[in-house]
């Protein structure tokens, strides 16, 4: 069970720090849907580019894109 007064604004105080992606990503990470989903594209030796735009369109990832000269290639 929780310690905190989950109904006070002062237990979230902590929040005001957490950029949107922060959140985005505390919210997805516990999602059994995504979970699945990862899985199936982390299987994959090599997903296709095809596989991995609808994953990301899907659950609104988006992912730089590196340069061809980028540290560690």
Partial sequence: ML???WRS???YRHTHSI???GFAWDYL???DDYHRDFQKIR???KPAA???SVFSQQ???RFPVRSEH???S
Avoid: K, T, V
Wanted: proline letters at 8%; zero cysteines.
């Fill in 70 to 72: 980028s540290a560690g």
């Fill in 29 to 31: 990470r516990r999602d």
């Fill in 19 to 21: 950029p949107a992606a």
């Fill in 3 to 5: 310690s905190i007064d």
């Fill in 59 to 61: 659950w609104g990832l």
């Fill in 50 to 52: 095809q596989s991995l």
């Fill in 9 to 11: 604004p002062a237990a």
């Fill in 43 to 45: 299987r994959m030796r």
